[in-house]
């Protein structure tokens, strides 16, 4: 096992007021039911941002909170490292809104796009800068306004996604606390599963992509599945090996919240039962890469991580991506 060289010293989360419920979806027009969402996917309500809820001001709002519980002011920040698949703008990276938000003045800013496993893919490179003494103190955030880019006319994707955020305060490793094991892949041929075909450089938004909705995300829910639970036990695999850990030293599970069948899945094959599993997928649905550390700032919240706690974390995404990270507490 290496020794760590960075841990995660605060969590803090943001989480819209508004809750759409399974119910909500009749009154759209939409023809689904509650107990079909909850047969498939678990997921009973998910959290909607209204009008001036942001991917930055979600962002904003749960790096305040893990900064003030780090004891960090703005200028102590070196850097800034937003997963999102929902960037407010294309240009600037919305990362360097948060900062400014912030006022971090002091702190590098820039975006990570790697669907659900961009926050994972976030502390393995906030590790990275650390080690190499380019930082001392690093925000790692996930926000994600998942609500903006779903058909809400399509029932195999609307009912899955709710918006949140969650953030992290990384620091140098001492007494022995921090992350021991990372693990990231990608198989970038299977991307036309889970995507969003056009509104890019290479097909801009045009009235015709508007009017076919290609601009929304589509995917291929069988698959996805399938490859989910398949790349997530790998990753769980990977991570156990590299920090020479079995399923049997995991005092908690955070895997990504997408569905409680994948869930379940990756528990098992990780050996680890579901009462040292944290599941919210019940109450947030699939809030994509926010989806770990909201649930991680939670599991401290309710007292699910103590002192000297050695936590699991997986995720899969479009791309194809997934990732894991083992991290002492």
């Known amino acids: 096992m290496k020794r760590p060289l960075a841990q995660v010293v605060s969590t803090g989360r943001a989480i819209p007021a508004h809750v759409m419920t399974n119910h909500d979806f009749a009154a759209i027009g939409l023809e689904t039911s509650h107990d079909w969402i909850v047969e498939r996917t678990g997921i009973v309500?998910?959290?909607i941002a209204r009008d001036g809820e942001t991917?930055?001001?979600l962002?904003?709002?749960a790096s305040r909170i893990a900064m003030?519980?780090?004891g960090v002011h703005a200028g102590d920040v070196d850097a800034i490292l937003l997963s999102t698949a929902t960037p407010d703008r294309l240009l600037p990276a919305?990362?360097?809104?948060?900062q400014a938000e912030l006022g971090a003045t002091r702190a590098a800013a820039f975006d990570l796009s790697a669907a659900c496993s961009g926050w994972l893919y976030g502390l393995t490179v906030a590790e990275g800068m650390i080690a190499s003494g380019s930082a001392e103190t690093i925000l790692v955030i996930a926000s994600e306004k998942m609500s903006s880019i779903v058909d809400w006319t399509d029932r195999a994707t609307c009912v899955l996604f709710g918006d949140g955020a969650g953030a992290t305060v990384l620091k140098r490793s001492r007494h022995h606390k921090g992350i021991l094991s990372s693990f990231m892949r990608s198989d970038g041929t299977l991307a036309e599963l889970l995507y969003r075909p056009h509104g890019g450089a290479t097909v801009p938004i045009t009235e015709a992509v508007l009017m076919d909705r290609s601009h929304f995300v589509k995917m291929a829910g069988r698959e996805v599945f399938k490859h989910a639970v398949r790349s997530m036990a790998e990753a769980c695999d990977?991570?156990?090996d590299a920090a020479r850990l079995t399923g049997k030293d995991?005092?908690?599970?955070i895997p990504h919240q997408a569905n409680v069948r994948i869930i379940e899945a990756t528990a098992k094959h990780a050996g680890i039962s579901m009462d040292k599993v944290y599941v919210n997928v019940d109450r947030y649905g699939n809030t994509?890469?926010?989806s770990i550390p909201i649930s991680l700032d939670e599991a401290f919240e309710t007292g699910r991580i103590g002192e000297g706690a050695t936590v699991l974390m997986v995720a899969f995404g479009a791309g194809f991506t997934w990732a894991s990270t083992i991290v002492r507490f």
């Open 68 to 70: 003030q519980r780090a």
């Open 238 to 240: 990977r991570a156990l």
């Open 45 to 47: 309500e998910r959290h």
């Open 59 to 61: 962002g904003s709002e």
């Open 288 to 290: 994509s890469s926010a």
């Open 55 to 57: 991917t930055c001001s």
């Open 94 to 98: 919305t990362a360097v809104d948060i």
């Open 250 to 253: 995991i005092d908690l599970l």
